[in-house]
C-alpha cells in the first residue's frame, strides 16, 4: 500500500475498524474512504454496488460486521447469519467488480470445530462438529473465507482472511447482554464498586478458558498483512496465551478495586471450552502482539471511564 492509496475500511465505528482506522492514520495513509451506517448500508446491494463503482477503492479492509457476545448469538442466529452473509457478499463482490486490489476478510476462532486439538491450527477448520451457540455466526464467517478463495482461483484477486481470537478495547460494546466477556466483566465490576454491591454475577462456570488479543494489536496484525501477505490460507492472529474466565474476573475485579464476591450463574452457557490458537503462522509471517492481558484491560477501563455515556 502507499500512503495515498484508496483504502476503505468497512465498520469503521467499530472495535475492529476504529482501531484501523486509528493504525493507518498513524502510519501515515491519508486517503482512508469511511462511509456510516446512514451513509452505506452494506446490507444493501445496489447501495454497495453504487458505492464501488463510484469510489473504486484499492485496498478494502472488511470489518464490518454483526457481531457479539455469546447469549447474542444464542438468541439472535437468523441476524447473524443472514447480515454476516448479506455484508460480505456485497462487500467481496464489489471488491472484486472494480479491482480491488487487495480485500482482507476478518473472521473469527470460533469457526474451528467446538473440541478439536489446542492450540488451534488453521487447517483443523471444518473437521469437526461446530460449537452450537455459534454456529450460525460461524458458518457465515466460514462461507466468507472460502469466498475470498473461491475468487482468488476464479478472478486472480488477492483477497485474504484472517482468524483473530477474543478481541477487547476501546470503542468494544458494553451492552451487558449482547457484549463479549471481558467488557461485560469490566462494566459489571466497575458498576458494583460504585454502588458498593456485594457481589458481581459471572456467566456460566468460570472454567472455559479464553485468549484475549488487545484490538490495537489485531488492527496492527491486519496493516502488516495487508501490506506483506497475499496467500490464500487463512492466519489466525492471537496471543497463544489464555485464561480461564474465573482467573479473568479475578484479574478484572483486581485492576477495578471492586472489593465483594463473585457468584456464577450457571443458567448461562459456558460455550466452546476452549478455543487457543496456533500463531506459529503469523509469527513465520514476521508478527507478534505487543499488548499483555493486564496492560490491555488497564488502558480499557482507562478509556471506559473516559467515555461510558
Ligand atoms: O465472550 P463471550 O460472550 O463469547 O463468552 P465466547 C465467553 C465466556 O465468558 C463464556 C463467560 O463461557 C461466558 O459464559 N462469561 C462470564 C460471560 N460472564 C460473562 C458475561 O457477563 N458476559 C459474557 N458475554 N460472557 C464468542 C462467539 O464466544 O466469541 C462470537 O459467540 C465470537 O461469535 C466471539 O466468535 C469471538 O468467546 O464464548
Known amino acids: ?50 458505492f464501488f463503482k463510484e469510489e473504486k477503492p484499492e485496498y478494502v479492509f472488511l470489518a464490518a460486521a454483526k457481531v457479539g457476545g455469546i447469549q447474542a448469538n444464542n438468541d439472535f442466529p437468523a441476524d447473524f447469519i443472514f447480515q454476516n452473509l448479506q455484508i460480505q457478499n456485497n462487500v467481496i463482490h464489489n471488491a472484486y467488480l472494480n479491482g480491488a486490489k487487495k ?11 467446538r473440541d478439536c486439538a489446542q492450540p488451534i491450527k488453521e487447517e483443523y477448520l471444518l473437521t469437526g462438529e461446530l460449537e452450537k451457540t455459534n454456529e450460525a455466526y460461524a ?23 484472517v482468524m483473530p481470537t477474543n478481541l477487547y478495547g476501546q470503542n ?36 472455559p478458558m479464553r485468549e484475549f488479543l488487545y484490538v490495537d494489536d489485531l488492527a496492527d496484525a491486519c496493516v502488516h498483512l495487508m501490506e506483506t501477505y497475499d496467500g490464500g490460507d487463512i492466519v489466525n492472529i492471537g496471543t497463544g496465551e489464555d485464561v480461564t474466565i474465573k482467573n479473568l474476573a479475578l484479574l478484572i475485579k483486581k485492576i ?3 472489593e465483594g464476591k463473585t457468584t456464577s450463574d450457571a443458567t448461562k452457557p459456558d460455550g466452546t471450552p476452549r478455543k487457543l490458537l496456533d500463531v506459529s503462522r503469523l509469527h513465520s509471517l514476521g508478527w507478534k502482539h505487543k499488548t499483555a492481558l493486564e496492560d490491555g484491560i488497564k488502558i480499557t477501563y482507562e478509556w471506559f471511564l473516559n467515555n461510558k455515556k
Open 256 to 258: 477495578v478495586g471492586f
Open 172 to 207: 468494544d460494546n458494553f451492552d451487558l447482554t449482547s457484549s463479549h466477556v471481558l467488557p461485560a466483566l469490566l462494566r459489571k465490576f466497575h458498576e458494583a464498586k460504585l454502588v458498593n454491591a456485594k457481589e458481581v454475577v459471572m456467566w456460566g462456570t468460570g472454567s
Open 1 to 50: 500500500m502507499r500512503k495515498n492509496s484508496k483504502i476503505y475500511i468497512a465498520g469503521h465505528n467499530g472495535l475492529v475498524g476504529s482501531a484501523i482506522v486509528r493504525n493507518l492514520r498513524k502510519n501515515g495513509y491519508s486517503n482512508l474512504i469511511l462511509r456510516n451506517f446512514e451513509a452505506l448500508n452494506l446490507m444493501n446491494q445496489a447501495e454497495v454496488r453504487i
Open 103 to 113: 480485500l482482507l476478510f476478518l473472521g473469527s476462532s470460533c469457526i474451528y470445530p
Open 139 to 161: 458458518i457465515a464467517k466460514i462461507a466468507g473465507i472460502k469466498m475470498c478463495q473461491a475468487y482468488n482461483k476464479q478472478y486472480g484477486t488477492k483477497f485474504i482472511s
